[in-house]
């Protein structure tokens, strides 16, 4: 019984590092940061050189 407690002990540390590892690493869109502008256009934030504010406007009444 102490066997098997510490196999599965033994089990969940090694697919909890595993699962760890894959996430960390994944890269999410390489670096991309584009968002549609009031005119569904498409702009590139990563490549702007002055600072950009960014407004969120929800459907709330």
Do not use: I
């Not at 590892?21 to 498409?42: F, I, T």
């Amino acid at each position: 019984m102490r066997s098997l407690k510490k196999y599965t002990g033994f089990l969940v540390m090694t697919v909890l590092a595993v699962l760890a590892a894959a996430a960390c690493g994944q890269e999410e869109g390489g670096g991309e940061m584009s968002l549609d502008n009031e005119n569904w256009e498409s702009v590139n934030l990563a490549d702007k050189e002055n600072p950009t504010v960014l407004f969120h406007f929800t459907g709330v009444n």
